[in-house]
């Protein structure tokens, strides 16, 4: 299977990490801090 490079771009709070979940199925936000607060912080 070949790779598939896809970029995203966005302002806060527009579902990027979501959008990467949804096709990757891996969560991105790996963070303690980042579970606790609902948001990313670092990727």
Not at 1 to 6: A, D, F, S, T
Not at 36 to 43: K, P, V
């Given at each position: 299977?070949?790779?598939?490079?896809?970029g995203?771009?966005?302002?806060?709070?527009?579902?990027?990490?979501?959008?990467?979940?949804?096709?990757?199925?891996?969560?991105?936000?790996?963070?303690k801090?980042?579970k606790?607060?609902?948001?990313?912080?670092?990727?």
């Open positions: 299977m070949k790779h598939i490079i896809i995203t771009a966005g302002h806060i709070d527009h579902g990027k990490t979501t959008l990467i979940k949804a096709l990757t199925g891996r969560e991105t936000d790996t963070l801090e980042e606790d607060r609902g948001i990313s912080i670092n990727l």
